[in-house]
T-cell receptor, first 114, second 115 residues
Framework: LAKTTQPISMDSYEGQEVNITCSHN???????ITWYQQFPSQGPRFIIQ???TKVTNEVASLFIPADRKSSTLSLPRVSLSDTAVYYC???????????????FGAGTRLAVHP | NAGVTQTPKFRVLKTGQSMTLLCAQD?????MYWYRQDPGMGLRLIHY???????AKGEVPDGYNVSRLKKQNFLLGLESAAPSQTSVYFC??????????????FGNGTRLTVT
């Protein structure tokens, strides 16, 4: 299993762009990178998933360099409501039951200030 | 469409007591999971199920039992609660077609305190 390393916490201000980087040096060929978001007193929620290059949806962008040893979650123009914990997961997503092999680490606690 | 519903939301137990946490999903998902989350830590997988009538152990299964008698329900049991089981418990579900493009759907958790 690919181990991931993220910053424990980050601070930002409303309107700024936030980039959270996740290191996964031993990522395997078939591994995908997935990010989840967790608000206080709620379960995690899927944000975005990618394999290489760049993926964008209505919530965030995910940048993955060619060597895939790291990835960066980018949140454009954050607001107070983006204050949450963000988890980076790396694993083989192709097969049924893949989630039982994925590990949620401690995540990155993002605090957005007025 | 309620998604994943967990009951109860809060519970306080005394050491040695037993209880069952209920998870229900209305999305016709094949896979269901139970996680626990302790302060400052990520989620750790307790048990999971790949379909009705099947269960399997996750990372931290000791002290817990599970049952999946109906596809929509996944029960987590504590036979003899211990203070180390004080935690927030999350249930999740997903389609069986594989996690690729099939994210986990989580409930809002059950906060359990064992005194």
């Amino acid at each position: 299993l690919a181990k991931t390393t993220q910053p424990i916490s980050m601070d930002s201000y409303e309107g700024q762009e936030v980039n959270i980087t996740c290191s996964h040096n031993n990522i395997a060929t078939n591994d995908y990178i997935t990010w989840y978001q967790q608000f206080p007193s709620q379960g995690p929620r899927f944000i975005i998933q990618g394999y290489k290059t760049k993926v964008t949806n209505e919530v965030a962008s995910l940048f993955i360099p060619a060597d895939r040893k790291s990835s960066t979650l980018s949140l454009p123009r954050v607001s107070l409501s983006d204050t949450a914990v963000y988890y980076c997961l790396v694993g083989d997503m192709r097969f049924s039951g893949g989630y039982n092999k994925l590990i949620f680490g401690a995540g990155t606690r993002l605090a957005v200030h007025p | 469409n309620a998604g994943v519903t967990q009951t109860p939301k809060f519970r306080v137990l005394k050491t040695g007591q037993s209880m069952t946490l209920l998870c229900a999903q209305d999305m016709n998902h094949e896979y269901m999971y139970w996680y626990r989350q302790d302060p400052g830590m990520g989620l750790r997988l307790i048990h999971y199920s790949v379909g009705e009538g099947t269960t399997a152990k996750g990372e931290v299964p000791d002290g817990y039992n599970v049952s999946r008698l109906k596809k929509q329900n996944f029960l987590l049991g504590l036979e003899s609660a211990a203070p180390s089981q004080t935690s927030v418990y999350f249930c999740a579900s997903s389609y069986s077609t594989g996690p690729l493009n099939s994210p986990l759907h989580f409930g809002n958790g059950t906060r359990l305190t064992v005194t």
